[in-house]
T-cell receptor
Framework: AQSVTQLDSQVPVFEEAPVELRCNYS??????LFWYVQYPNQGLQLLLKYLSGSTLVKGINGFEAEFNKSQTSFHLRKPSVHISDTAEYFCAVIRANDYKLSFGAGTTVTVRA | DAGVIQSPRHEVTEMGQEVTLRCKPISGHNSLFWYRQTMMRGLELLIYFNNNVPIDDSGMPEDRFSAKMPNASFSTLKIQPSEPRDSAVYFC?????????????FGPGTRLTVL
């Protein structure tokens, strides 16, 4: 079985400050990892993904994440946030021998001026 | 491409009525997923189709829920009869490869309210 834990349900942050959203997973086999963003009243949109290769992954809108296999983590970071980054962020994991994408509970990021 | 298209965007119905949600995946994508999102349970996978064939429907809550994919460009999720606890946002997603081991492209969702 696999599970995805997003350690923070709410993250308030000031504009132009850095942000880190934490994600840990548990799996006995190799995994593929994703971060999705959901803006209010919209569907989910892919921010970035790790399938293989370099453990540092860069995505859209200045976000990046680092896959740490030993710590089973895939934390999302952005060095300087904008008001428009206010949204809910979901970490998701799929096992290499499976097809089910498991989502974390989500982290709501609120960016204040 | 227009992306994944879902209709209706909002549906309000009364308990006991039949509800049909529709999805048009991105052309050329052969995997299709239906998800339900609620505050209490987050995002749950309801059913997964590959090449129009249902592969896993273990997430479908009960017999009141059914899903079909008659062709590569259309899928429906039906609830009959509907109950207030079915109120949620239902998302359809498609992926270009089998099993969704790559980006899943989500539609805008259908917000269902059952009174």
């Amino acid at each position: 079985a696999q599970s995805v834990t997003q350690l923070d349900s709410q993250v308030p942050v000031f504009e132009e400050a850095p942000v880190e959203l934490r994600c840990n997973y548990s799996s006995s086999v190799s995994v593929y990892l994703f971060w999705y963003v959901q803006y209010p009243n919209q569907g989910l949109q892919l921010l970035l993904k790790y399938l293989s290769g370099s453990t540092l992954v860069k995505g859209i809108n200045g976000f990046e994440a680092e896959f740490n296999k030993s710590q089973t983590s895939f934390h999302l970071r952005k060095p300087s946030v904008h008001i428009s980054d206010t949204a809910e962020y979901f970490c998701a994991v799929i096992r290499a021998n499976d097809y089910k994408l498991s989502f974390g509970a989500g982290t709501t990021v609120t960016v204040r001026a | 491409d227009a992306g994944v298209i879902q209709s209706p965007r909002h549906e309000v119905t009364e308990m006991g009525q039949e509800v049909t949600l529709r999805c048009k995946p991105i052309s050329g994508h052969n995997s299709l997923f239906w998800y339900r999102q609620t505050m209490m349970r987050g995002l749950e996978l309801l059913i997964y189709f590959n090449n129009n064939v249902p592969i896993d429907d273990s997430g479908m809550p009960e017999d009141r829920f059914s899903a079909k994919m008659p062709n590569a460009s259309f899928s429906t999720l039906k609830i009959q009869p509907s109950e207030p606890r079915d109120s949620a946002v239902y998302f359809c997603a498609s992926s270009p490869i089998a099993g969704g081991k790559d980006t899943q492209y989500f539609g805008p969702g259908t917000r269902l309210t059952v009174l």
